[in-house]
């Protein structure tokens, strides 16, 4: 993965919301936010920053600052909805989102696995479709497929192994 942390000049609001808009929101997800709140409080964190004003330094210090911003907003939207989030955990979260996700926002990673999902069997392919994308049940997903809930739970673990070992194979290929 690419790491331009060495980046010097600020960035007008526009070419800001542009590189960093994506990985707030995956950070988000990532946190458990639900996608329309991600995509509101993504919105609130660049008009936070935006009006507040911030010194840029680099591309990692930026984007580690958008995801504290993002984060205590999505904090207090929880709050406010007397949701209890487990917080003791951020700086392990956010060492992990910076290992895989880099300073491109997850971007190189997605490229990987879109890659390691043309590797899969078309079965394999539409049952984690029906499962991830269409939100379908496993029984649902057993009915399309023609095979038992149990077959099918077999197929998706088998593939979501193949995809993380393919998607691990590549990442190390580029980090060498």
């Known amino acids: 993965?690419?790491?331009s942390t060495n980046n010097t000049d600020p960035l007008s609001p526009e070419q800001l919301i542009h590189k960093y808009q994506n990985g707030i929101w995956r950070y988000l997800r990532v946190l458990g936010c639900e996608?329309?709140?991600a995509e509101d409080i993504t919105q609130e964190t660049f008009l936070k920053v935006i009006k507040k004003g911030f010194e840029q330094y680099n591309d990692a210090a930026t984007a580690g600052y958008l995801r504290k911003v993002a984060y205590n907003l999505f904090i207090?939207?929880?709050r406010?909805?007397?949701k209890n989030?487990?917080?003791n955990e951020v700086e392990r979260?956010?060492?992990?989102w910076d290992k895989w996700a880099g300073a491109d926002n997850g971007d190189t990673l997605l490229g990987m696995l879109r890659e390691c999902l043309e590797g899969l069997t078309e079965r394999a392919r539409s049952a984690l479709e029906l499962r991830f994308r269409k939100e379908q049940t496993r029984a649902a997903?057993?009915?399309h497929l023609q095979i038992t809930e149990d077959g099918a739970k077999n197929l998706m673990q088998r593939a979501k192994k193949q995809l993380r070992d393919c998607v691990d194979h590549k990442n190390q290929a580029?980090?060498?």
């Open 93 to 96: 979260l956010d060492a992990s």
């Open 1 to 3: 993965m690419s790491d």
């Open 35 to 37: 996608a329309s709140l």
């Open 85 to 87: 989030i487990v917080t």
């Open 76 to 78: 207090s939207v929880q």
């Open 174 to 176: 580029e980090l060498n």
């Open 141 to 143: 997903i057993a009915n």
């Open 80 to 82: 406010r909805e007397g």
